[in-house]
């Protein structure tokens, strides 16, 4: 699917334009996948992403956590941002990569409709802003998620045990407790967008299907359900293909709830890893975010 495709597909979607707080501040939040690389509570330290100058998105922030705890213990890391950047007249625009996805599903899932303190958006050292005038929202205000290379779904990598064992973050990692971790399907009604890589080589003999060296299509692509499965590109007779927008895949086996893929690498030209350059799959994300996230 070319660019311009990718866009009129996101544009369509709904959900895709939710409108503002007159006035508002926006934000362009990013999250990184496992192994981490920026400071935790910089906002301003894009070292997992690639050179800070890269545009990314309106006010971009990098929302770092370590890649390597479990999703429990970094969700706090994720609110407060969220807390930060999103609550009041101001909105946010959030891309995420890989165990990001994870991530930012378990806190919409969990928190998301919890009651949120209204901030100054002037996070102190730790990342953490102070309550204006000690109001509460029910939840954040986030106009849509970006996902390059998620890994929601899990990794059958984690099942074979081809990374450490000694991280929970891996362990949750292994597909079915990946998909058991929380309810997918609760994404307080906020669209996710996946890319779905498909230049995948080392690791292809241990995962189904098409796959960007580290996740398969039924993980990037936001499929549903207690297991993984064989999703393809069309053409592909060993497997179903991996069908574009937020509908069933062949086969019938549907997407989580507000899931939609707006990139699947038919051309298999892109892989998991950033390469602390932007790259990967997520370079496609950030010209989606710099294009749309205004």
């Known amino acids: 699917m070319g660019r311009s495709a990718r866009l009129a597909l996101s544009l369509c979607l709904p959900g895709m334009l939710a409108a503002g707080v007159a006035g508002a501040t926006n934000y362009s939040l990013w999250i990184n996948g496992r192994a981490g690389g920026g400071a935790i509570g910089n906002y301003n330290d894009f070292t997992n992403f690639g050179p800070n100058a890269t545009p ?8 770092n956590w370590d890649g390597r705890s479990s999703t429990s213990s970094q969700s706090g890391t994720v609110r407060n941002a969220l807390d930060c950047f999103c609550t009041g007249d101001n909105w946010c625009y959030v891309a995420v990569h890989s165990a990001g996805d994870m991530l930012m599903g378990y806190t919409l899932a969990n928190y998301g409709g919890s009651a949120r303190p209204v901030t100054n958006a002037r996070p102190n050292a730790a990342g953490v802003c102070t309550a204006g005038s000690g109001g509460t929202q029910a939840g954040w205000n986030i106009k849509w998620v970006r996902v390059a290379a998620g890994s929601a779904g899990g990794s059958e990598l984690a099942d074979i045990g081809a990374w450490t064992t000694n991280e929970p973050l891996v362990h ?41 060296e ?3 299509y039924h993980s990037a692509g936001g499929v549903s359900g207690s297991g993984g499965g064989s999703f393809c590109n069309p053409g592909d007779w060993f497997c179903k293909d991996l069908k574009s927008g937020p509908g069933p895949n062949q086969g019938g086996r549907a997407k989580w709830a507000f899931h939609s893929v707006v990139f699947r690498d038919d051309g298999e030209d892109y892989g998991h890893y950033t390469d602390r350059n932007w790259s990967g799959v997520t370079s496609l994300v950030r010209w989606d975010m710099e294009a749309l996230a205004k």
């Open 56 to 63: 990314a998105g309106i006010n971009k922030k990098s929302v």
């Open 172 to 212: 949750e990692h292994k597909v079915a407790t990946a998909r058991a971790l929380y309810n997918h399907n609760e994404t307080r009604n906020i669209w996710f967008y996946m890319y779905a890589g498909a230049n995948g080589t080392l690791y292809s003999f241990a995962l189904p299907g098409q796959d960007d």
């Open 214 to 216: 580290v996740v398969a």
